[in-house]
């Protein structure tokens, strides 16, 4: 039976739309990124936190800031020139018909030149490419960059181990569910979109139980908090506000960076906290309690879950439409491919769709920055000086303390400290 989306002809120009998208968009970033420069450059505490801040301590975020903003620009001119090579060269398709000649090489019966292997070695061969690609931009960023301001703990042989895991995990993990999304939609015919949807939700629910507990630990050592005041602080803290708190873990991230943080993990009844022990470094126990505090106020509003589900329903537009381009042959041919195939129809309509994923990452930025706010205010109402411990962790961490405001709209997920205090 003829697929009724075979009869869709979309006359549309997908190759300039995509290229003059791409321009576009990475103008009015590099834009938002020279605005911002600016601020860093400034040389006046803002008021809010001159009480909070010396002049030292000051120039050296602002020189870090702009470090990072120096380097992120090089890099997105690097990612724009190759954006627009890879397009023009037709790279994409190259390296397809290449997984097809090899598949045909090995002339093997576990490893047909079917549609599933042949995605599969097209994907290791994206992903082993992007990876060399990154490993210098990784190695002046941890070694160099972060390594001047005090931040870098990495040493050569994490860096090589963890890279080592990253792709060992990337084929594990990677090769059933790619596997598994491909047969979906071959599988699914006109209602593919709905089967597909289900299972990403699926995967997604797995990976959110197992990354913590299994995937987690495989690159840091979690180890639970010992017994003292600060344990019996945040305890008595959850069984006040009712936090199912089944477990408590400090994890080692100073062997990798000094940066801190902290965070909670699990379904229903079965909530874990994990502390950097920069935190505990950084923060006395107060503090501590205060950080934790705004992040069970996360957990009171059901933050995440709202947050979960938004993404899944726009996860299942993003599908719905794309059902309907699947088999547009005008769309592949547009980019030089030659027949329609599952994993190259996500890529390529992924392109087509990136003006909507920019207004969806604006709106998704704004919800966050408003349910930060919130989670402040429900520590404030606690009784709990959040104050303190977020200068503290933004002062450590070097975090900018003279924002932009077009460039914090539309990049930052969390409001600036002084929009904060």
């Not at 329609?340 to 909507?356: E, R, V």
């Amino acid at each position: 039976k003829k697929n009724k989306h075979n009869t869709i002809r979309m006359m549309i120009p997908f190759y300039d739309l995509v290229v003059g998208f791409i321009l576009v968009s990475t103008v009015f970033e590099f834009y938002l990124d020279f605005r911002q420069y600016q601020c860093d450059k400034s040389k006046t505490v803002p008021s809010a936190v001159r009480q909070h801040v010396d002049e030292a301590e000051f120039i050296k975020s602002q020189d870090y800031q702009r470090a990072k903003r120096e380097f992120g620009l090089l890099r997105s001119a690097f990612s724009l020139t190759e954006t627009l090579l890879f397009l023009h060269f037709e790279v994409l398709p190259f390296f397809w018909n290449y997984a097809s000649a090899l598949l045909v090489s090995l002339d093997s019966p576990y490893f047909p030149n079917s549609e599933i292997p042949r995605s599969l070695v097209f994907m290791f061969i994206i992903n082993l490419y992007n990876t060399l690609i990154g490993i210098p931009f990784s190695l002046y960023s941890n070694f160099v960059l972060e390594e001047r301001f005090g931040f870098n703990k990495l040493t050569a042989r994490i860096f090589i181990m963890d890279l080592l895991k990253g792709q060992m995990l990337t084929v594990l993990l990677g090769t059933p569910v790619l596997s598994a999304i491909i047969y979906c939609i071959n599988w699914g015919g006109e209602s593919f979109y709905l089967y597909l949807w289900l299972l990403i939700l699926l995967i997604t629910i797995i990976g959110i139980t197992i990354y913590p507990t299994i995937i987690a630990p495989l690159f840091n050592k979690f180890t639970p908090l010992e017994e003292g005041e600060l344990r019996s602080k945040i305890y008595a803290l959850a069984e006040k506000l009712n936090f199912p708190l089944t477990k408590l873990f400090v994890v080692d991230g100073s062997t990798r960076s000094s940066h801190s943080n902290a965070y909670f993990f699990g379904f229903f009844k079965n909530k874990r906290i994990v502390l950097f022990d920069t935190l505990l470094e950084q923060c006395d126990h107060e503090g501590v309690v205060a950080v934790l505090a705004h992040e069970m106020g996360h957990w009171k509003y059901s933050h995440t879950l709202k947050m979960l589900l938004i993404n899944q329903v726009y996860i299942f537009v993003f599908l719905f439409t794309f059902s309907y381009a699947l088999y547009e042959h005008s769309l592949y041919a547009a980019f030089g491919f030659d027949q329609p195939a599952a994993m190259i129809g996500i890529m390529l309509f992924s392109y087509i769709y990136s003006p909507m994923d920019h207004a969806f990452h604006f709106v998704m930025n704004m919800l966050s920055r408003r349910f930060e706010f919130q989670a402040d205010e429900f520590a404030s109402h606690l009784g709990l000086d959040l104050e303190p411990p977020l200068v503290c962790i933004h002062i450590k961490n070097l975090g900018s303390l003279v924002c932009d405001p077009w460039y914090s709209a539309y990049h930052h997920s969390h409001p600036t400290l002084v929009e904060r205090l």
